[in-house]
C-alpha cells in the first residue's frame, strides 16, 4: 500500500525514515510501498500506521447486518455483524451512548441497520466498524423493503402467469429443496408416496434459515434445475416468523427461481406467510402438504377416471358397432343385394330377348337376301344367251374367216358360206344356201339364204346374244 502523498506528521516520518541501530549509519527508508526492498524494507509499525491512516480517511457508511454475536463489556458493546444473504461478517464497537439512544434492545439475531466508520486498532492490526449509530430494523421496515421489493419485480413482468410453466402430468422425479431432516421433508414424501407411490424425489436438504440459507438454496436450484432426470422442483419450509422466511424474499434467489428452466413449487410457512418466492414461482403451494397433493395425482382416483374413461370409449364403440350393424342390414335388405341375381336374370332374359330378335332380323335378312339372290339369278338366266338357246334359238357363226362372227343379216352369210351353229346342247356345221324369204314380211324370192335349224319366226333374235351359253 502506498504511503500519503503528504504525511500527518512530518518529524514523525523523519524519524522513522532512519532505523535505530545498524552499522552503516543512518539509511533513508522509501516513501512509498512500491518502493521497498530486502535490502531496504519498512519497519512493520510504518505500515501499520499508515493503513490505519489509510483507513481512517474512509468516509462513514450505513450498513445492515444481523447481530449473530454481542458482548458488553462496561460501557461499550462488542459485536459481530454478518451480511443477510451472505456467509460475510465483520467485527463491530458500540459506544454505550449509542447503545442508550436505542429505543428497542438488540439482542443476538436483531437485524440493523448501523453507521459505523472503519477502524484499526494499531497494536494488533485488527479491523473494526465503529459504530457512531444504529437502529433496529422492525416488522414494519421489513415488510416495507419487501413490499417495494415485490411490486419492483411485478413491473419487471416476473409475476406474469405469461412466463410461468405448466407442471408435468405426472413427473418422474422431484427435486425437492428442504431443511436438514424437517418436518416439511416428511410431510411431502410422505404425502406424495400415498397419492402416487411410484414416485421418486431427488433430495437436497439445505439451511432454510440465516444468513447462509440464501447461498445454499440458490447452489441446490441450480443444481436441479441442471438435473436432466428432474421434471419439477419444490422448495418447501414448515412455518416461522417474517425473519425466518426472509432468505425466501431474497431478490437474488427470486430472479434464479424466475430463470430456472425447470418449474418451481413454492411451500413456504402456512397459507398466511407469503414471501416474493410464491409470486415468482410457477405453482404457490399454501403448505408442503399441498405441494404434495398438488404436483403429483391421486392414483385411486387416476384409475378411477382411466376405468370411467375405458367404459366410455367401450360404450362409443358398442354404439358404434349397432350403427354400422343397422346400416350394413339396411343396405343389406336392399333389392340389389336381397336378390342379387334377380338383376343378372332380367338383363340375361332381355340379352336372350335381343338374341333373338337378332337372330330374327338377320335370319330374315338372309331370306331376303336370298330371294333377291334368286329373283337376281331368275333374272339373269332370264337374260342369259344359254337360256334363250334353251327355248329352241341357236346362234350361227360364220365358220370360215377371221374370228366368229355372229351371222346377223342374209348379207353376212352368203351362199356357200360355211356356218356353225350353236344350239342349246351343242353344235353342228351348217352352209349357207341363200336368204329365204321372210314370211312376216313378204315371200322371200328365190335364193334367199335359208338354214336347217333355224325357226322360221324371229330370224334376227337367235343371232342376237352372246357366243357362248
Known amino acids: 500500500m502506498e504511503a500519503p502523498d503528504s504525511p500527518a506528521n512530518p518529524s514523525e516520518d523523519a524519524a ?3 532505523p535505530s541501530g545498524g552499522t552503516d549509519g543512518p539509511t533513508s527508508l522509501p516513501a512509498r510501498a512500491a518502493d521497498t526492498t530486502p535490502e531496504n524494507p519498512w519497519p512493520l509499525h510504518l505500515l501499520s500506521r499508515k493503513l490505519k491512516e489509510h483507513i481512517e480517511r474512509s468516509p462513514q457508511v450505513w450498513i445492515e447486518g444481523q447481530v449473530i454475536e454481542l458482548n458488553r463489556r462496561g460501557s461499550t458493546a462488542y459485536m459481530t455483524l454478518r451480511d443477510v444473504d451472505h456467509e460475510i ?23 440493523v441497520v448501523a453507521l459505523v466508520k472503519p477502524e484499526m486498532w494499531l497494536k494488533s492490526g485488527r479491523l473494526t466498524m465503529a459504530v457512531r449509530d444504529m437502529r433496529p430494523v422492525g416488522l414494519g421496515d421489513l415488510l416495507a423493503r419487501i413490499e417495494r421489493l415485490r411490486q419492483a419485480l411485478g413491473a419487471e413482468g416476473l409475476f406474469s402467469e405469461a412466463r410461468k410453466k405448466r407442471l408435468p402430468l405426472l413427473p418422474h422425479r422431484i427435486g425437492l429443496i428442504t431443511g436438514r431432516d424437517s418436518d416439511a421433508k416428511k410431510d411431502v414424501l410422505r404425502n406424495a408416496a400415498l397419492r402416487w407411490p411410484a414416485v421418486e424425489f431427488e433430495i437436497r436438504e439445505v ?105 366410455r370409449l367401450e360404450r362409443q ?27 343378372v336374370e332380367a338383363r340375361h332374359e332381355e340379352l336372350v330377348r335381343l338374341r333373338g330378335r337378332a337372330h330374327a332380323a338377320v335370319s330374315t335378312a338372309v331370306v331376303r337376301g336370298h330371294d333377291a339372290v334368286a329373283h337376281l339369278r331368275a333374272q339373269v338366266r332370264a337374260l342369259s344367251p344359254q337360256q334363250t338357246l334353251d327355248r329352241g334359238y341357236s346362234v350361227v357363226q360364220v365358220l370360215d ?57 324371229a330370224p334376227e333374235r337367235a343371232t342376237e346374244g352372246s357366243t357362248h351359253g
Open 207 to 311: 439451511a432454510v434459515q440465516g444468513g447462509n440459507a440464501v447461498a445454499e438454496v440458490l447452489g441446490a436450484l441450480r443444481e436441479l434445475d441442471a438435473h436432466a432426470s428432474v421434471d419439477v422442483i419444490v422448495i418447501a419450509r414448515g412455518g416461522g416468523s417474517l425473519e425466518d422466511l426472509l432468505p425466501f424474499s431474497s431478490e437474488v434467489l427470486v430472479r434464479a427461481v424466475a430463470e430456472a428452466a425447470t418449474p418451481v413449487v413454492s411451500a413456504i410457512g402456512h397459507e398466511a406467510d407469503r414471501p416474493i418466492l410464491d409470486d415468482v414461482a410457477d405453482l404457490r403451494a399454501s403448505t408442503p402438504t399441498d405441494a404434495a397433493k398438488r404436483i403429483v395425482p391421486e392414483v385411486t382416483e387416476e384409475l378411477a377416471r382411466v376405468h370411467q374413461c375405458r367404459e
Open 89 to 111: 461478517s465483520l467485527p463491530a464497537s458500540v459506544w454505550g451512548t449509542v447503545m442508550a439512544r436505542l429505543k428497542e434492545p438488540v439482542d443476538r439475531g436483531s437485524r
Open 317 to 343: 364403440i358398442r354404439l358404434l358397432v349397432e350403427r354400422e350393424s343397422d346400416r350394413l342390414a339396411a343396405v343389406r335388405s336392399r333389392p340389389v343385394l336381397a336378390a342379387p341375381l334377380a338383376m
Open 16 to 18: 522513522e525514515a532512519t
Open 401 to 457: 374367216g377371221p374370228g366368229a362372227t355372229v351371222v346377223r343379216g342374209p348379207e353376212d352369210a352368203p351362199t356357200g358360206t360355211g356356218l356353225r351353229v350353236r344350239l342349246a346342247r351343242g353344235t353342228i356345221a351348217a352352209r349357207s344356201e341363200g336368204q329365204l324369204p321372210d314370211p312376216l314380211h313378204a315371200p322371200a324370192s328365190p335364193g334367199q339364204t335359208s338354214s336347217r335349224h333355224n325357226p322360221p319366226e
